[in-house]
Each structure stands twice: as C-alpha cells, then as structure tokens.
C-alpha cells in the first residue's frame, strides 16, 4: 500500500500521525491555516492490489476542507479496479443549508449543507487513517448522486459585493464580457 497527502503543510509520502492531525480540527487551528484550507489524504493498492496496473488497484482519497466558521466537509472517493466501480460520498450535515456556498482559499465554492463540526470531522478522518481508507462510520454520509442538481457550482461571478455566505441569488453563471461589466456587478 502506498500513502500519500496532499497538502502545503505536510510532506507528500506518507500520512501525518494521527497526534500531529488532532490538534488542528479546531476553528482556531484551521483559522491559521494561511492558504491551504483543503487538503487530501490518499491510498492506494489497498487489498494487495499494488502490484497491479493502475486502472486495476483499489484506491481511496478523502478531501479535507475546513473553515472557521462552518467546519469541516469531507469528500470520500474511492476507486475499485477489481470490479471497475467507484464510490462517492460526502459528509452530511445541515442539509437546509445546501443552496448556500462559501469560497475556499482556492476560490471553489462548497455547499455549507454539507460541513460538520470540528469533533465529527476528526473522528472520520482518525477512523479514515486507522483503517486504511475504508469509508469512516462514525458520521452520516450522503452519496454525490444524491445531491440536488448544482450542488457543486462553477465559482462564478457575484451581483453585487461578495458576501461570506452565497445563495443562487448571489451567483452569476454569465461570464462578463468586459472589465466595466464587472465592476457594475460589484456595485
């Protein structure tokens, strides 16, 4: 099996310790994260799948986004080269809150409805690691063929000033033709 992360924070081999990632699932920790609110942690070759073609091994990843207000949202996402199938899931939380964005730091916009709190997020992705990439049971999961259409919008251009939490109101598909376009949309 072979462990990777993704991150500006940790090096790529391998996964941080479980003591190391602990202390940073907190608003206050993540707060300090400068420019890395996302990050990734991968496996692969699970079930002595690592010597074979790429396409043919079991992988598994789980994305990590955080921010101070919201929380956590996790993405688990996992590859089986044996059967050809994949899984997609997210974490669920505040399902009411689906139709509402925030921007990360990487200027994507993630569905609110789907962060959980700090102390639910570090029990998934402790299981995550414990487990070697197998789907964490301890939080509730909703699966990305699940979710209602536009879930996941393009980031898009902003009526008006951008607030910190956007609705589909706030959002402009239409890509501007000009610079004066768009700072008539900002006014």
């Known amino acids: 099996m072979r462990k990777r992360t993704v991150s500006n924070r940790f090096p790529l081999d391998g996964w941080p310790s479980i003591t190391?990632?602990?202390p940073l699932f907190s608003a206050k920790?993540?707060?300090?994260w400068e420019g890395d609110d996302e990050w990734v942690l991968r496996i692969e070759g699970l079930y002595g799948t690592d010597c074979l073609p790429e396409d043919?091994?079991?992988?598994?990843?789980?994305?990590?986004?955080?921010t101070p207000d919201f929380g956590v949202m996790l993405h688990y996402s996992r590859w089986d080269g044996r059967t050809?199938?994949?899984?997609?899931?997210?974490?669920k939380g505040d399902m009411d809150r689906i139709r509402q964005w925030l921007r990360t730091l990487q200027?994507?916009?993630r569905p609110i409805g789907l962060f959980i709190p700090y102390a639910q997020a570090w029990t998934a992705v402790r299981e995550f690691m414990e487990r070697d990439?197998?789907?964490?049971?301890?939080i509730e999961w909703i699966g990305g063929n699940e979710l209602p259409p536009n879930t996941f919008r393009f980031p898009g251009f902003f009526n008006g000033p951008?607030?910190?939490?956007?609705?589909?109101?706030?959002?402009?598909?239409?890509a501007p033709r000009s610079l004066s376009e768009?700072?008539?949309?900002?006014?």
């Open 182 to 187: 768009i700072a008539q949309r900002r006014n």
């Open 29 to 32: 920790a993540w707060s300090r």
């Open 133 to 138: 990439g197998e789907l964490p049971s301890g």
């Open 84 to 91: 050809q199938r994949s899984l997609d899931c997210y974490s």
């Open 107 to 109: 200027e994507d916009l």
């Open 20 to 22: 190391e990632l602990g």
């Open 162 to 174: 951008e607030p910190r939490v956007l609705t589909d109101e706030d959002i402009n598909d239409v």
């Open 56 to 66: 043919s091994q079991v992988r598994a990843c789980l994305i990590i986004t955080g």
